[in-house]
Structures are given as structure tokens and as C-alpha cells.
């Protein structure tokens, strides 16, 4: 009877973690499909080479070579543990026990000696993490250096941390109390010719004073800790900055392939400046009225002051983002104490993200105004005008994530919607439009130069 | 050296179309090439090299203008079209196939973005361009070369260096010369920015702790170098700027990699 209780409440579990994942996974690509369209899917076979490398091979974050290390070991836990999270599923919906064991005879044993071992990395590796952050005090992660780590971001890493020392370690102690049982020759426990586990068995003698029934207690709360557990962190990924384990594969997919010098064109302004400089008509009336403009779906706005004028592939980037603030290390703005920080610029969006997907949430699917805007409520002039378009935020980002294209979005709008612009900047447009030099020189000067060796 | 005696030629594309002749490249002085006072020099460098070497090159003279990149950074993406578009026009008008230039914004500009406004030419850096000169054996170390020995370090420039990948040209130029280059710790990919791009040359810097230029030139007297090397003329400026900070300049100097070779050429 308990057995087919555990079973249902089992089903209602993954039924319950699959609706709200399943909810917010929609909530999220729906706020993603604000922005604007954005052609990333050029190009395909270079795309899936750059993926293999950056995202599944983690080139970038090898310019660190101990932390890749580090990473590396809870990145592959993830994915092979998550081998034996297949068992665990279907041994809790049938009501088995060890389900695959009878089928892989001398597999199984090596296999699970293998998730214990990549569990035990794991485990050690999140306290390392944790005593970066809380002991080493890495300054990338410290809030009276950088504004943008608050409280929030400072707990969500704490958060992922400790969950992921908790499933360890019920993982590893459910392992336990399980060999102990099976020792014990409880029936429901017996698995023919399985010895102890490689790591598990330094947890054994934990268990061995216990008696049956304490024992089995103990492996089920174990074993629903492990895999509840391991439900509820997949809801929570999803609002945390951890999101990246999934994002990080198709927001590295997506990256942009031109050189990191390449500004994007705006061809809106190109038609315009083809008028005015005579080289083109204004469309009228030559076209057919029934066909539309082709750029007829782009907004009428220049530049970007909210997330909804960024393109698609800025909010995924968003999203992906780990706040591992490399790119603010990096930053020559940041380093020297300006406001800018390339990693407040990323958290900053995201914000904006989640506040607009809470909004319409409550308001019924609907996006109820709320007189803010991403430039002005949530980054500030200073920190955009800070930026010297260097690229080390875009060449340090571990997901190829793109500060610097946001920033530019930003600056576009300041400067053509609202012509605010720093005094000298207008000084220096001014002189473009007349001397075609950003200084006050004459163009008939402009060859002086060669005066001398003539 | 016979170069004292010639004359060094600079001419420019309209002489040249008048008479019916072509160049081989297009040298594209930019605007710091043009006014600034200290990069005129480097201009002046290069176009002595080009008339060592033999190069059949042309410049635009005054019909060249700015190629928009500052008024792009900033935001102001009309006038940076303008620019463009006119340049490409002129450009066009010529039959322009191949330019080389010295400022990396100019080089990015050019090379990056008007091929989206339909301006499609083969732009070199002056440093791939020396690079492939000194490789041809056009230009020939000489014996008693001047920098062999002295500790020379290099500041990437970020739109040669991370926005387009150009980190060996400019250390294979001063290697060729028997330099003694020495790296700083933020080089090639991580190398730190002079604190000049995106438009911040042109306007004060925001409220902070310290200028870039300082933090940067910290660094590069940090290596102990003699001098600094830099491949554009808005790092020439912020680095000899934080040497003077520094009240350095009576034993560094700051050189862009054309002064080195037309120093080294005796030129």
C-alpha cells in the first residue's frame, strides 16, 4: 500500500515540476520574443563548430585554467549523474528497486562507481566555490566593489551551492543506507553480486548501529530528498542566474560571426541617407499600394530604450548570463572606477526581463505599462557614456554574450530620438558635418601634411 | 642613403586620373594622420617607406574625410552614414580596389562596415602591410640596426588586436628589427584599452578613481621598456599623454611600428 502511495505522490511530483517549468520556460521565451528580429541562423556548420568548442568544450573559460578545472568537474557530474536520474525516475514511477541493475550485470557497478566519484568531485567543488566567494573573497563577487552583486545575486549562488552539496550528499548516503539494507539481506534491497560503492562505503559505517526500520527510513528520505530535490532545482534554474546550463548551448549557437569590430548597420538610416543625398527616390506611389515597405515591421524608433527595441539574441544573451563578471574585470572603465560595469549591464536587462514577465502575468498575458524603461530606470547614462567600445567584455565572456551591442542600442536612442549627447560630442558632430574632421580643422587643410616633403 | 637627395612623392588620386594611371593601393591618411600634429609624422613615416620600397600608392589628399567611425560609436549613426556614403562615392568614383591605412579605426570602419552601404575594398592595417613588405624582402633589416637590443613593448590597439584578430603583425615588425620585445601582462586578446575608443577621445572621461591611459601606462613602464610601441593614433596620444603624467619622457618614447621602420630604414 505505501508502495503504490509513494508511486502516486512520485507521478503528482514530476506532474507538478514539469507544469512549472513548462510555465516558465513559455513565460521566458515569450518575454525573449520581445525584441526584435535578428537572422542568426547563417552559417550553420560554423555555428555548431563554435557550440562544440565554446559551450559543450568550455574553451573560453580555460583562460582560468584552475576554475575551468573546477567547473569542469560539476559540468560533467551534471550530465553523467543525471545517467542514473533516468534509473531513479523510472524506479520511482514502476516502484522498483535498481531497475537497470539485472539488465547491465558488471556495468552497473562501474557505472555507479563512477557517478560517485563525479559526485564526490562535485561536492568538493561547491565548497571550494563557496569558500571563493566567502573566504578567498574573489573581488569579481563582492558587493562594495560592484553595485550590481546585491543581495539577490549574492544568495542565488549561495542557493545553487548548497543544493547541489544537499543532492550530493543524499545521493551519496542514500548509496549508503542502501548497501547497508542489502548487507542486512532485506528483501526488497537485493541486488545479486553488488559490492559496496567506491565512495559510499566511507558513509557506511554511519548507518550500521541503525536498526532495519530506521535504516529504511532513511534510504527512502534519501532517495525522495535526492530526487525531489533535484525537481526543484530544475524549477528554480529558471529564476536563477544557473538558467545558463541550458542557455549557454543555443546563446553560443547564436553568437555573432563577424569580426568583433563590426557594428551592426542600421539600414532604416540608409534609405533615409540615400534620399537626402540625392542618391535614391522616396517611395511614392511607384509601388503597388498592396505591397508593403520591406522594412514596413520595424519600429519607428532609433536605437533602443527598452528591452523590446533590443533584438531577440540581446535578451537571450540575458538570460544565459552566469554573472560571473569576467567582462566586468576586464572592462577599462571598470577597472579604473566608472560606473560602467559590463555585467550590470547584462543583469540590468534581465531585471527588466522578469519585471515585464511578472507584470504580464498578473495583468492576464497583457503588458500593463509601467512607465519604466531599461535606459533611465535601470541603466544610467554615466554607465553607457563610460564605455570605450574595446570589446574585452565580448572577448572575455565565457557564452559569448554581447554587452557591448546593447550598449551601442542605448546610445543610438540617447543621441538620434533625443539629440543627448555629452556637450563635446556635439562639438565633435558638428565638426564632422561641416569640416568632415571630428576637430575644427578647414578640409582644404587636410592635405598640409605634405607640404614639407614636396 | 640616396633618400635624402630624391624627393619623396605623394601624389594624389586626382593627379594620377588625369593621367591615366592607377595606383596599386590607396593610402588613407585618416584625420589624425592628417591634423594631428604628432601623427603627421607617422604619416610622413610611411609615405617615405612607401617611396623607398617603390610602392605605386595614392592618397586622396582633401578629398578624403572621416570615415564616421567616431560619430558611430557615439550613437549618431545619420552623420556616420553621411560619411560613408560620400567617402563611398569618392572612393567608387576612383575605382578604389585596395587601401591601406594606419589608424585601426579607419582600418575597421572601412574594412567592417561599408561593405553594408556597398563600399567593398581589400583594407590592409599598415602593420600586415610592413609585416608582408619586410617578409617580401623589400624592406631589409640593415646591419647596426638602432632598436637591436633596446626593450621595446607593444600596446594592442583593441580595434587591431580583439576586433580583428591582428595580433602578430606589429611584434613580427619590431622582432624583425631586433628588438628586444618585452610583453606586458595584458597583452594581445586581454590587452587593455589606451582609454580612447568609443568616442571617449573626444569628450571628457566619466567620474572615476583614475584615467585608463594612467592604468595602461603604469603597466607598459612596468615592463621597464624604453620604449612604446603603439599602431594607432589615438593610443599615441593617451600613452604619450600618461608618459608626461609620469614626467618619463626624457627616457620613453612612445613610436607608432612605421617610425621604427623608417628609423631602422635610416629614412
Redesign the interface.
Known amino acids: 500500500m505505501i508502495g503504490y502511495l509513494q508511486q502516486v505522490l512520485f507521478l503528482a511530483a514530476i506532474a507538478l515540476a514539469s507544469y512549472l517549468i513548462l510555465r516558465r520556460g513559455r513565460l521566458i521565451a515569450s518575454t525573449i520574443r520581445l525584441g526584435r528580429d535578428e537572422d542568426r541562423t547563417d552559417r550553420p556548420q560554423e555555428r555548431l563548430k563554435i557550440m562544440a568548442l565554446v559551450a559543450f568544450g568550455q574553451k573560453k573559460m580555460f583562460a582560468k585554467p584552475l576554475v575551468a578545472f573546477m567547473h569542469l568537474v560539476i559540468y560533467l557530474g551534471f550530465i553523467i549523474i543525471n545517467i542514473e536520474v533516468l534509473e531513479i525516475i523510472l524506479d520511482g514511477i514502476l516502484g522498483t528497486h535498481r531497475l537497470f541493475a539485472p539488465y547491465t550485470s558488471a556495468l552497473y557497478p562501474f557505472l555507479i562507481n563512477i557517478f560517485e566519484v563525479l559526485a564526490l568531485g562535485v561536492l568538493l567543488v561547491c565548497v571550494g566555490f563557496l569558500a571563493r566567494r566567502y573566504l578567498l573573497k574573489v573581488a569579481r563577487f563582492q558587493p562594495e566593489r560592484y553595485r550590481e552583486m546585491g543581495r539577490w545575486p549574492r544568495t542565488d549562488a549561495a542557493i545553487i551551492l548548497v543544493i547541489e552539496i544537499v543532492l550530493m550528499l543524499a545521493f551519496l548516503t542514500w548509496n549508503a543506507s542502501d548497501t547497508v539494507l542489502r548487507l542486512r539481506g532485506d528483501e526488497h534491497y537485493q541486488v545479486a553480486g553488488l559490492q559496496p560503492f567506491i565512495v559510499s562505503q566511507w558513509f557506511m559505517p554511519l548507518f550500521e548501529g541503525w536498526n532495519t526500520s530506521a535504516l529504511i527510513a532513511y534510504e527512502r528520505v534519501a532517495w525522495w530528498a535526492h530526487i525531489l530535490g533535484i525537481m526543484a532545482f530544475a524549477v528554480y534554474l529558471s529564476y536563477s542566474k544557473h538558467l545558463h546550463i541550458l542557455l549557454a548551448f543555443p546563446n553560443v549557437y547564436f553568437s555573432k560571426l563577424?569580426?568583433?569590430?563590426?557594428?551592426q548597420?542600421?539600414p532604416e538610416?540608409?534609405n533615409?541617407?540615400?534620399i537626402?543625398?540625392g542618391?535614391s527616390q522616396p517611395e511614392v506611389a511607384t509601388d503597388a499600394p498592396e505591397t508593403p515597405a520591406p522594412d514596413s515591421g520595424v519600429p519607428g524608433k532609433?536605437?533602443a530604450k527598452d528591452v523590446m527595441d533590443l533584438t531577440w539574441k540581446n535578451l537571450m544573451d540575458a538570460y544565459s548570463c552566469t554573472e560571473c563578471g569576467r567582462c566586468t574585470a576586464?572592462c577599462?572603465?571598470s577597472?579604473?572606477?566608472?560606473?560602467?560595469s559590463p555585467r550590470k549591464i547584462m543583469m540590468d536587462t534581465r531585471d527588466r526581463l522578469e519585471d515585464i514577465g511578472r507584470n504580464t502575468q498578473a495583468n492576464g498575458g497583457e503588458f500593463k505599462d509601467d512607465g519604466k524603461t531599461l535606459l533611465g530606470d535601470y541603466i544610467l547614462d554615466?554607465e553607457i557614456?563610460?564605455?570605450?567600445?574595446?570589446?574585452?567584455c565580448?572577448?572575455e565572456c565565457p557564452v559569448n554574450i554581447n554587452p557591448l551591442d546593447i550598449i551601442?542600442q542605448l546610445?543610438?536612442?540617447?543621441?538620434?530620438e533625443e539629440s543627448k549627447?555629452?556637450g563635446?560630442?556635439n562639438?565633435?558632430?558638428s565638426n564632422?558635418?561641416n569640416n568632415?574632421?571630428?576637430?575644427k580643422?578647414s578640409?582644404?587643410?587636410?592635405?598640409?601634411?605634405?607640404e614639407?616633403?614636396? | 642613403m640616396t633618400t635624402e637627395t630624391t624627393p619623396c612623392q605623394v601624389p594624389t588620386m586626382a593627379e594620377l586620373a588625369a593621367r591615366g594611371e592607377t595606383p596599386d593601393v590607396l593610402f588613407w591618411v585618416g584625420c589624425a594622420g592628417s591634423f594631428d600634429d604628432r601623427y603627421k609624422r607617422v604619416t610622413i613615416a610611411f609615405v617615405k617607406i612607401l617611396n623607398a620600397v617603390g610602392i605605386k600608392f595614392a592618397v586622396l589628399g582633401t578629398e578624403e574625410s572621416c570615415t564616421g567611425d567616431p560619430a558611430r560609436r557615439a550613437g549618431n549613426e545619420f552623420l556616420f552614414q553621411m560619411q560613408a556614403t560620400m567617402n563611398i562615392q569618392v572612393l567608387d568614383g576612383y575605382g578604389i580596389k585596395k587601401i591601406v591605412t594606419a589608424c585601426p579605426h579607419c582600418f575597421n570602419t572601412l574594412k567592417n562596415e561599408y561593405p553594408a552601404l556597398g563600399g567593398n575594398y581589400e583594407v590592409v592595417h599598415h602593420s600586415t602591410f610592413l609585416q608582408s613588405l619586410i617578409n617580401e624582402g623589400r624592406i631589409k633589416p640593415q646591419d647596426g640596426q638602432p632598436f637591436k637590443g633596446r626593450r621595446i613593448t607593444f600596446h594592442d590597439s583593441c580595434y587591431l588586436g580583439r576586433a580583428n584578430k591582428i595580433y602578430e603583425a606589429p611584434r613580427a615588425i619590431l622582432e624583425a628589427l631586433d628588438a628586444d620585445l618585452v610583453e606586458m601582462k595584458r597583452s594581445r586578446s586581454q590587452g587593455l584599452c589606451c582609454g580612447a575608443g568609443g568616442g571617449q577621445y573626444f569628450k571628457e572621461p566619466e567620474p572615476g578613481k583614475k584615467d585608463i591611459n594612467i592604468e595602461r601606462i603604469e603597466e607598459a613602464l612596468g615592463t621597464g621598456a624604453q620604449a612604446i610601441a603603439v599602431a594607432c593614433p589615438f593610443c599615441m596620444t593617451m600613452m604619450t599623454d600618461g608618459v608626461k603624467n609620469k614626467e618619463r619622457e626624457a627616457d620613453v618614447k612612445v613610436y607608432d611600428i612605421a617610425e621604427f621602420v623608417a628609423q631602422a630604414q635610416g629614412l
Open positions: 563577424a569580426p568583433k569590430g563590426e557594428m548597420n542600421m538610416v540608409t533615409e541617407v540615400k537626402m543625398l542618391l532609433f536605437g576586464a577599462p572603465a577597472i579604473t572606477g566608472k560606473k560602467l554615466e557614456l563610460a564605455c570605450t567600445s574595446c570589446q574585452a565580448v572577448q551601442y546610445r543610438r536612442y540617447r543621441v538620434m549627447a555629452p563635446l560630442w562639438g565633435m558632430f564632422l558635418e568632415q574632421a571630428p576637430w580643422f578640409p582644404a587643410d587636410r592635405f598640409n601634411w605634405a614639407g616633403l614636396k
